[in-house]
């Protein structure tokens, strides 16, 4: 983005990060959420490029052991930095978190609590694969205090799931989703992924069957990205796969779109759709610009316009932490025109629309090009994305700020 002043820290500098007193103004008067990586994966997706590692990739350099530890470092450091804002929201995602188990998923949020504490009415989630969970796994978690839980279903067709490399069985997502129910969970939501080469019509229809059967409150979809590195752009790449179809993919959303606001499940973020007041606050908070803490290798930061990320490798961030190292591995501080560029991108995705006010003159005359092309509606104002421009909303954005 323009104006971003973007730094690569090395061990020195990592050693001496410091938030500037100018981005700790208002801290703990803004919406405050933590993110913990739990970069494990009892095996690798095909599709995924995510900052994660099977025990194997990992060999005798980190484990889950050390990995805790740096965590409590982190965090430690991260509530003497912020002054320990009371946290609104924890998302606790991966990797596989749920690989620590009931008890191990406890222990993280025992070590946010006793570095920070939660407010009141905090709202907690967990991602956890469907086939590392059980009945007693959520009631551990639930115990434990964890409010909402985040199941990867991704599809109930066999052979889609066998593309995606997904190791569960096809109806082992909705045994979950149905045993955190009865855990106690109010909130549980289930992802999905459409547009994988092989899917049909059908197979989505299958998985919307089951998605709905399991009477969740919240459910995530997301078109399959083909990302380059991955074992899915090999297969692709060398012709073994064709590459996902964008007139399938809208089809595909407007089939997922009809069938979830038919049940009661509306969108609130282009990709989300929940039922009253199950929206994800943690999500929320970085789409409206909220201050977050990622604790955890890879891991991404923001407070007050400063965001800086976490060195990827687990040993690595283990070591730098236990040499009294913050584990920095770069860091910018965004100008007013960066964040208003990422207001606009981010509000235009939400429901509750772009507010027309945070818009200079030539972006409201753009903004009115778009309305006059149905793909914006003014609803008081704000600017909402109608259903055709939930499709092409990357375009929407980019002629607003054009």
């Given at each position: 983005?323009?104006?971003t002043?973007s730094?690569?820290?090395g061990?020195?500098?990592?050693?001496?990060?410091?938030?500037?007193?100018?981005?700790?103004?208002?801290?703990?008067?803004?919406?405050?959420?933590?993110?913990v990586?739990?970069?494990?994966?009892?095996?690798?997706?095909?599709?995924?490029?995510?900052?994660?590692?099977?025990?194997?990739?990992?060999?005798?350099?980190?484990?889950?052991?050390?990995?805790?530890?740096?965590?409590?470092?982190e965090?430690?450091?991260?509530?003497?930095?912020?002054?320990?804002?009371?946290?609104?929201t924890?998302f606790?995602?991966?990797?596989?978190?749920?690989?620590?188990?009931?008890?191990?998923?406890?222990?993280?949020?025992g070590?946010?609590?006793?570095?920070?504490?939660?407010?009141?009415?905090?709202?907690v989630?967990?991602?956890?694969?469907?086939?590392?969970?059980?009945?007693?796994?959520?009631?551990?978690?639930?115990?434990?205090?964890?409010?909402?839980?985040?199941?990867?279903?991704?599809?109930?067709?066999?052979?889609?799931?066998?593309?995606?490399?997904?190791?569960?069985?096809p109806?082992?997502?909705?045994?979950?989703?149905?045993?955190?129910r009865?855990?106690?969970?109010?909130h549980?939501?289930?992802?999905?992924?459409?547009?994988?080469?092989?899917?049909?019509?059908?197979?989505l229809?299958?998985?919307?069957?089951?998605?709905?059967?399991?009477?969740?409150?919240?459910?995530?979809?997301y078109?399959?990205?083909?990302?380059?590195?991955?074992?899915?752009?090999r297969?692709?790449r060398?012709?073994?796969?064709?590459?996902?179809?964008?007139?399938?993919?809208?089809?595909?959303?407007?089939?997922?779109?009809?069938?979830?606001?038919e049940?009661?499940?509306?969108?609130?973020?282009?990709s989300?759709?929940?039922?009253?007041?199950?929206?994800?606050?943690?999500?929320?908070g970085?789409?409206?610009?909220?201050?977050?803490?990622?604790?955890?290798?890879?891991?991404?930061s923001?407070?007050?316009?400063?965001?800086w990320?976490?060195?990827?490798?687990?040993?690595?961030y283990a070591?730098?932490?236990?040499?009294?190292?913050?584990?920095?591995?770069?860091?910018?501080?965004?100008?007013?025109?960066?964040?208003h560029?990422?207001?606009?991108?981010?509000?235009?995705?939400?429901?509750?629309?772009?507010p027309?006010?945070?818009?200079?003159?030539?972006?409201?005359?753009a903004?009115e090009?778009?309305?006059?092309?149905?793909?914006?509606v003014?609803?008081?104002?704000?600017?909402?994305?109608?259903?055709r421009?939930?499709?092409?909303?990357?375009?929407?954005?980019?002629?607003?700020?054009r």
């Amino acid at each position: 983005m323009n104006g971003t002043s973007s730094t690569t820290v090395g061990r020195d500098e990592a050693a001496a990060f410091a938030l500037p007193e100018r981005a700790l103004v208002g801290v703990g008067s803004r919406p405050f959420g933590i993110y913990v990586h739990v970069p494990f994966c009892a095996t690798r997706c095909g599709y995924c490029d995510f900052n994660t590692y099977t025990a194997g990739e990992l060999g005798t350099s980190a484990s889950p052991q050390s990995w805790m530890e740096g965590l409590r470092r982190e965090l430690d450091v991260a509530a003497q930095m912020t002054g320990a804002p009371a946290v609104d929201t924890v998302f606790v995602g991966g990797g596989t978190p749920s690989l620590l188990g009931g008890d191990g998923l406890a222990d993280v949020l025992g070590a946010i609590r006793s570095s920070f504490g939660l407010a009141g009415g905090a709202e907690v989630t967990t991602e956890s694969n469907p086939e590392s969970t059980s009945p007693e796994f959520f009631d551990r978690l639930r115990a434990g205090g964890f409010t909402r839980i985040s199941l990867g279903m991704q599809s109930a067709a066999q052979h889609v799931l066998k593309v995606l490399d997904r190791t569960h069985t096809p109806g082992r997502a909705v045994a979950a989703a149905l045993e955190a129910r009865a855990a106690g969970f109010e909130h549980v939501n289930l992802d999905l992924i459409y547009g994988t080469p092989g899917e049909r019509d059908e197979d989505l229809d299958l998985s919307l069957d089951a998605v709905l059967s399991a009477g969740v409150d919240h459910v995530s979809a997301y078109a399959l990205i083909v990302e380059d590195g991955t074992a899915l752009a090999r297969r692709v790449r060398r012709g073994e796969l064709p590459a996902p179809d964008d007139d399938v993919l809208a089809s595909r959303y407007e089939r997922i779109d009809a069938r979830l606001a038919e049940a009661g499940l509306t969108w609130y973020e282009v990709s989300n759709w929940a039922r009253d007041d199950a929206a994800c606050r943690h999500n929320l908070g970085y789409w409206d610009g909220g201050d977050w803490w990622g604790a955890g290798p890879g891991a991404h930061s923001h407070v007050g316009g400063v965001r800086w990320w976490n060195v990827k490798h687990p040993a690595r961030y283990a070591d730098q932490l236990a040499a009294g190292a913050l584990p920095v591995g770069g860091s910018e501080q965004l100008t007013a025109e960066d964040v208003h560029v990422e207001r606009v991108m981010l509000t235009a995705r939400l429901r509750t629309g772009l507010p027309v006010p945070e818009l200079d003159a030539a972006e409201q005359r753009a903004a009115e090009e778009v309305v006059a092309d149905g793909l914006l509606v003014r609803e008081g104002d704000h600017l909402v994305l109608t259903d055709r421009g939930r499709l092409l909303a990357d375009a929407v954005v980019r002629t607003v700020l054009r």
